[in-house]
């Protein structure tokens, strides 16, 4: 079993919709849980991250996160074609240093 | 203005040579790692340096071989390339909070 799990995709969704990516994990060790946003042959970048269970927002984008249930949920709203990417969920483990990623899921957002 | 950099960003070489990539960051991080990316779009860390010291190897065969020859940069070697290590290969950087890492553009390996 892989650390991360993310579906692959790839997700088609029409501009302006709600998107749901959904990212479970099973190492209890994670102090971080993080997004990653990977444009097609870029580096990855950091949308958001958080070490609680509950929900953080960022203008259109808000992470959801329960740790009880190990389970990770990005919501973009109003999607638009720039949000066209792989995005990547990510834990860092307590005393740093080492990030263990999921393999990523591709969204594709139509105009 | 570039934060992480990286040399070559393309690299197609016979199985059996040896390589080099270079990475350089301008942000002031004490901490560099490097990734390697499969055909899957896996990103796993392979090293993680702190301060110039070795602090994650992540069962990396030894044919590879990173050396931070100062906080600001991170090479990665590689000896006798395998047509396995065909990958792209991702520097990043961090500081305390090591939740937020800068990726580079990664090094596009190609082994025939």
């Known amino acids: 079993q892989k650390e991360v799990e993310q579906d692959p995709g790839p997700l088609s969704v029409p501009e302006g919709a709600i998107v749901s990516l959904n990212c479970t994990y099973s190492?209890?060790?994670?102090?971080?849980l993080m997004w990653y946003r990977q444009y097609s042959r870029k580096g990855p970048e950091l949308l958001m991250y958080t070490y609680s269970s509950g929900n953080k927002e960022d203008g259109r984008f808000t992470a959801q996160v329960d740790k009880s249930s190990k389970y990770i949920s990005l919501f973009i709203r109003d999607s638009q074609p720039s949000d066209s990417a792989t995005y990547l969920c990510a834990g860092l483990l307590a005393g740093g240093f080492k990030t263990i990623f999921g393999a990523g899921t591709r969204l594709f957002v139509k105009a | 203005d570039t934060a992480v950099s990286q040399t070559p960003k393309y690299l197609v070489t016979q199985m059996g040579n040896d390589k080099s990539i270079k990475c350089e960051q301008n942000?002031?991080?004490?901490?560099m790692y490097w990734y390697k990316q499969d055909s899957k779009k896996f990103l796993k860390i392979m090293f993680s340096y702190n301060n110039k010291e070795l602090i994650i190897n992540e069962t990396v065969p030894n044919r590879f071989s990173p050396k931070s020859p100062d906080k600001a940069h991170l090479n990665l070697h590689i000896n006798s390339l395998e047509l396995g290590d065909s990958a792209v290969y991702f520097c990043a950087s961090s500081q305390e909070r090591q939740e937020t890492q800068y990726f580079g553009p990664g090094t596009r390996l190609l082994v025939l």
């Open positions: 942000l002031g991080h004490d901490t």
């Open positions: 190492n209890s060790a994670f102090q971080y």
